[in-house]
Nanobody, 123 residues
Framework: QVQLVESEGGLVQAGGSLRLSCAAS????????MGWYRQAPGKQRELVAG???????NYADSVKGRFTISRDNAKNTVYLQMNSLKPEDTAVYYC?????????????????WGQGTQVTVSS
């Protein structure tokens, strides 16, 4: 079992920045990729960004150039730096971990999920 604890999100004005973190504990030896997903009201959960243990990252087109995912393997923590935030970034953000060796391509490939944290961007 892996437990994931996310930092608090928050309310930020459009154009502002916010950093989320997610610390893993428990069976951390099983963790390879880590990722962030988000879900807005009435919408499906969507990938924001993922990162492998080696540091290779992928991003949703909607956040490329604005968001940066990173991880500290020594601290078993993944971060999401969000800049130039837009109202459409408003959602509940979830971190997730996967034991897969390659970058997961679907939420189904992630094994454990955090509780979610609300990010609200006002216009």
């Amino acid at each position: 079992q892996v437990q994931l604890v996310e930092s608090e999100g928050g309310l930020v004005q459009a154009g502002g920045s916010l950093r989320l973190s997610c610390a893993a504990s428990g069976s951390i030896f099983s963790i390879n990729a880590m990722g962030w997903y988000r879900q807005a009201p009435g919408k499906q959960r969507e990938l924001v960004a993922g990162i492998t243990r080696g540091g290779s990252a992928n991003y949703a087109d909607s956040v490329k150039g604005r968001f940066t995912i990173s991880r500290d393997n020594a601290k078993n923590t993944v971060y999401l730096q969000m800049n130039s935030l837009k109202p459409e970034d408003t959602a509940v953000y979830y971190c997730a971990t996967s034991s897969a060796a390659l970058m997961p391509q679907s939420p189904r490939n992630y094994d454990y999920w955090g509780q979610g944290t609300q990010v609200t961007v006002s216009s």
